[in-house]
């Protein structure tokens, strides 16, 4: 390559890098919008053109988690959101491996089955749930909605618990076999200690999934179990008047989602692309 | 070893019992209903066979909302495709830098969906939101963001494509990464420029990452629920009813629980089949364009 284009090739990276921190700050604005105003007064919240530098004030961040009912709807959201994963995940784990273990002509049915469902709109099963609890009662309780959760979090378990097995070689099983152990002690003496972080980023994401679901928590939840985004949506949706504690609050909700997502960023890909990288 | 991998089936039991009892059932329960016109609020239930079915067919209101959901999504998948699959080209070629902008640039997905919705809403609130607040400090008259019905949809668009671009571009990033770099080495060494490099070598190699995000995200579109919601309702009027919406409207705010889940199952049919079309069509272009 010649000394002109290498210097060509170099300002590119410049100018696509200058575009990069433009387009990331952009598109970061209603984010940093929303930090701003959880921490603005009244008077420095509703100005044109807006305010950038004003004094800023925890007051809002104190109030909305003191005089609000956002500690009891974060109670109801971790009860919910650990209960699915407590059902969900040691389900799942087991399919998985075993879905990792048979022959790929049946386990590929399977995972196509699994991604299937996938498909299957939301409400299409919100409704046989909703009617089935105000059968049974069960409307506002949590049993209802950590059932309903597993269902949508269930067949995404599987699928990325799939990929860690697959990562941990046969022969550790084969070798467990031909010692005498049986399919159960060779899962949990040899294969599950090796499993442990697979199953701790699986956890993860079906947290973050059972915490930020809106649709069944809206329709299954009431006055005793509403979750966090149900809330807030109800308290930030209606009127700006109460603007800045608002905010607060989304903002309140926002931060232990960015702790996880540090924890988990180097798998977040793998999370979201289960299926693309690997097929 | 037969015996052992015969054992392997009973790890299936925990699992797909629950599928069963959470998943199967219900969907079940949903198809079954969908024959019945079923008013939860008086509990009265009579069986009328597809009558729930014809009734929606030829109803103005379902088509309505079958054309919003197909602009939004068509319209948001085209937004998030484009910008998603610039981002990740730019983030290969930076490679240095590539992490701290992706977890800048990720952000705004995981952030929960409600939440979100409301960032947005409070952006583009009338008059205070930061957009017109902005536009009126240079004397612009700005639109009514959520209030008309074609900028609602805009609105919404938009809306989707700043919560869901980067997962696109996460997916398309993580597969250029997984590029043998060889090829593309090769391409320049012949000379090839960067948009015929990007286009005989790079696209075809992506391809079926493109398949599995865009099909991803069109079936989402169709079944998404809380960004609209919080930030327009469906409205004004029914300008941003999708058919999630609608079922929403008819199932849980008019308790017409046999008309839902017939909608339900409608919607179903249409993403599978849009779902299959799409694979095929693609699937086909690109080995009909390779050749």
């Not at chain 1, 059968?135 to 699928?159: G, H, K, R």
């Not at chain 1, 949706?237 to 988990?264: H, K, N, Q």
């Not at chain 2, 948001?76 to 699959?85: I, L």
């Not at chain 2, 536009?135 to 959520?146: A, K, Q, V, Y």
Request: charged share 10%; hydrophobic share 55%.
């Amino acid at each position: 390559m010649s000394a002109q284009s290498h210097l060509g090739r170099q300002r590119t990276t410049w100018l696509i890098f200058i575009g990069m921190c433009v387009f990331t700050f952009i598109n970061l604005t209603p984010l940093i919008w929303a930090v701003l105003t959880s921490l603005k007064d009244p008077r420095d919240a509703f100005t044109i053109p807006p305010t950038i530098i004003f004094e800023p004030t925890l007051k809002y961040h104190i109030q909305v988690w003191t005089e609000n009912d956002f500690v009891f709807y974060l109670m109801n959201s971790l009860i919910i959101s650990a209960g699915t994963v407590l059902i969900s995940v040691p389900a799942g784990s087991l399919a998985a491996y075993a879905l990792s273990r048979i022959p790929r002509r049946s386990s590929g049915p399977i995972l196509t089955a699994l991604f299937t469902i996938r498909m299957f709109p939301h409400m299409l099963l919100a409704i046989p749930f909703f009617v089935m609890g105000t059968f049974l009662n069960m409307i506002d309780t949590y049993p209802l909605l950590i059932l309903a959760l597993v269902a949508i979090n269930q067949p995404f378990t599987i699928w990325l618990m799939h990929g860690f097995f697959l990562e941990i070689p046969r022969d550790l099983d084969e070798a467990a076999a031909i010692d005498g152990c049986s399919n159960w002690q060779a899962f949990r003496i040899v294969i599950l200690p090796l499993a442990r972080p697979g199953m701790t980023v699986a956890a993860l994401f079906s947290l973050l999934l059972s915490y930020n679901e809106f649709l069944f928590a809206l329709v299954l939840t009431g006055t005793d179990t509403k979750t966090l985004p149900v809330a807030i949506a109800s308290f930030g949706g209606e009127d700006i008047s109460s603007w800045s504690l608002s905010a607060a609050g989304a903002i309140g909700i926002m931060l232990p989602i960015v702790v996880v997502m540090l924890l988990l960023q180097r798998h977040l890909v793998r999370g979201l692309t289960a299926g693309a990288v690997k097929g | 070893m037969a015996s052992w991998q015969r054992g392997l089936w009973l790890f299936f039991l925990p699992s797909f019992g629950l599928l069963a009892v959470v998943l199967l059932w219900p969907l079940g329960y949903a198809i079954f209903l969908s024959f019945f016109d079923y008013y939860l609020g008086s509990g009265e239930r009579t069986f009328v066979g597809f009558a729930n079915y014809i009734d929606l067919l030829t109803e103005a209101r379902l088509w309505n909302s079958m054309w919003t959901t197909i602009i939004i999504a068509f319209g948001s998948v085209a937004v998030e495709f484009v910008v998603g699959f610039a981002l990740a080209l730019a983030l290969y070629r930076l490679h240095s830098s590539a992490k701290i902008f992706s977890v800048l640039l990720f952000l705004p997905h995981i952030v929960t969906p409600v939440v979100a919705a409301l960032f947005l809403k409070w952006m583009l609130a009338s008059n205070w939101g930061f957009v017109d607040a902005t536009l009126l400090t240079f004397n612009i008259e700005p639109p009514d963001w959520l209030g008309s019905p074609v900028w609602a949809k805009v609105s919404v668009i938009l809306a989707d494509a700043w919560v869901f671009t980067p997962l696109v571009m996460m997916v398309l990033y993580a597969a250029l990464q997984g590029l043998d770099t060889t090829l593309i080495e090769a391409a320049q060494i012949d000379g090839a420029s960067s948009w015929n490099t990007l286009r005989h070598v790079i696209v075809p190699a992506l391809i079926p990452a493109i398949i599995f995000v865009i099909s991803i995200r069109l079936m989402d579109v169709f079944r998404f629920f809380d960004l609209i919601y919080v930030l327009t309702g469906g409205g004004p009027g029914t300008a941003t009813e999708t058919i999630t919406i609608y079922t929403y409207q008819l199932g849980f705010r008019m308790l017409e629980v046999g008309k839902a889940s017939a909608l339900g199952v409608i919607t179903l049919i249409v993403v599978a089949m849009l779902l299959l079309t799409i694979n095929r069509s693609l699937n086909k272009a690109y080995r009909g364009g390779d050749r």
